[in-house]
């Protein structure tokens, strides 16, 4: 009987030696609170902005077009009418199509700076799940609700962002240390 509880506890103790550390993040709350993802979303909006404003001047010379074509309408000809509607169409037409290519290509370029963001974002959590001693790291938002109850005190949230933040504001400061000593000043 002393043998088997000395078994026991020998077990005891290898497990508690070996126990696994776990802890979660809210990953809504770090895409909404990441330096880089509000760059990114800045950077996007600033790009559809100009994007916008330049199809709004490619369309600008077509509706005049139209303006006039609905004013000199009643003085042409039928044929020249129906001529002068099919232009129209054509152009409508192809300034559509610029208008969704653009669309797309910035959805592209969107979907393209989320993947980076998430891949930095995993990155940066492997790492600092290696160098805290972490095994696992879960993910949670209000949308997945994958981890139902934690423990406040098992919530890291807060400290990867400001980690995630201070690395971000390293590299950003590298980059900007990296591009003067590119431009030199003459």
């Known amino acids: 009987m002393k043998k088997l509880l000395l078994v026991f506890s020998f077990i005891f103790l290898l497990t508690s030696c070996n126990q696994v550390k776990i802890a979660y993040v809210d990953v809504g709350e770090i895409l909404k609170e990441y330096e880089g993802s509000k760059l990114a979303e800045e950077e996007m909006k600033a790009k559809s902005e100009k994007m916008a404003a330049e199809l709004d001047q490619l369309a600008l010379p077509f509706q005049q077009k139209v303006q006039e074509y609905q004013q000199n309408s009643k003085n042409m000809s039928e044929t020249a009418r129906k001529e002068r509607e099919q232009e129209l169409m054509q152009e409508q037409q192809i300034i559509q199509q610029r208008q969704q290519m653009a669309q797309q290509q910035v959805q592209a370029e969107g979907q393209q700076k989320i993947e980076m963001i998430n891949e930095a974002i995993e990155g940066f959590l492997s790492e600092y799940a290696q160098s805290n001693g972490f095994s696992y790291i879960l993910g949670t938002s209000d949308q997945t609700k994958s981890v139902l109850y934690g423990e ?19 590299d950003d400061v590298e980059m900007s240390n990296d591009n003067t000593d590119q431009n030199p000043v003459d």
């Open 152 to 170: 406040e005190s098992l919530d890291i949230t807060d400290a990867i962002i400001e980690a995630l933040n201070n690395d971000f504001k390293s």
